[in-house]
């Protein structure tokens, strides 16, 4: 494959583009990285350069608003080159990393700066960062928001580092209005334990049904009301991260009605997976919260058709294989998190199209919804003129199986190992250059950092 340069005046066009009114026959045409017109079908440009995908499906790149990457510090858990690699094969243009699991973790200025400076070279896609809330940088946030933060994300409840404490309602209470007036959005891991603020150490077992029962949907419940308090009060956008119980759906949406500023994702194990399928000792699906029932799975698909929730996000928390503890199968000390940055367009895919959901509704879960919360909708999450030529070329009715040779994460522990999906990434472009095509990725990263 021969990259183009992002100047390079240039056409492509397929038979179905998925565009926010519609998916039609058009012709896309790229100038400067950006999308400069989007006409018929059959306006050919008159010099040749011209790209046709013919019945595959043109969408708006997809953007993966919550991806944890550990570098720096933590490489040898996924690192900025193989996620990033990952990425464009799964025809992501953008992601938005967490201020964890790398080390140090992003809650000062300085380890920001560390952070940008761990991703010189490597980026073959574009990349925001989340800067951190935790007890004691309250003066760290407006630099971070300064430096380009586009949001800033704190945990109820132990983060699993011991370096990024959870916040209390004190330092929620006194960040809140600073992103009120920068309207800038706080990101929660919204689980609180129980009243006294305690976690019970969880006993040994191989048991999903312990790990299950262990983080009830009553956590979540008990963090999502004081959001939903706290976002009344100061007006503060709030964004839930990786919702799991359907349990807070009706709240959620009393609240949305109420027209507070609140957003919502959930994350595609959670879409996919039912907690009554999972074998003992399968560590590989332990995440938190913990992934819950059939019954709950197809609730959070009525909060996505209903709007309560806004969009998907991989939450790709991948971590040295050691640390899934798959030998002794034991829940209680294997490292929470599941690797799935690769194929959130295909998993959410697969299980939109058994019910029913549209293309555009692809569209809006995997890119547009993310830019909004994101802030980027001017220039990123749709085929619309202006905005940057990210694209995904893909074929929707075509399947692949999951596989350690298809699997470009760092690590090849995932629990979609094996797992057939429906979408096969054909082509992503990134600004109007093709960083990827059919397993070979362009020769140099362009990727971008950006910035609120
Ligand atoms: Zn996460």
Redesign the pocket.
Known sequence: MTPRTSDTPRAIRSQRVVTPETVQPATLWLTNGRIERVTAYEETPPDGVLEDFGDAVISPGVIDA???INEPGRADWEGFETATRAAAAGGLTMLAE?P?NASPVVTTLAAWHQKVAATQGKLRVDCGFYGGLIPGNLNEIEPMLDAGALGI?AFLVHSGLDEFPAAGEIELRAAMPILARRGVPLLV?AEIEDEAGITPPAAPSRNYADYLASRPPQWELRAIRLMIELCREFKCPVHI??LATAQALPELKAARNEGLPLTVETSPHYLFFEAEAIPDGATQLKCAPPIRDATNREGLWQGLRDGTIDFVAS???PCPPAMKNLDSGNFAGAWG?IASLQWLLPIVWSGAQQRDFSLQDIARWTSTAPANMLGLQARKGAIAVGHDADFVVWHPETSFTVSTENNYHRHKVTPYDGVELKGVTRATFLRGTKVYEDGEFAAQPTGQIVGK
Do not use: F, N
């Open positions: 919550h991806v944890h967490m964890l994300k891991h991260v990786h939450d790709h928390s998190g």
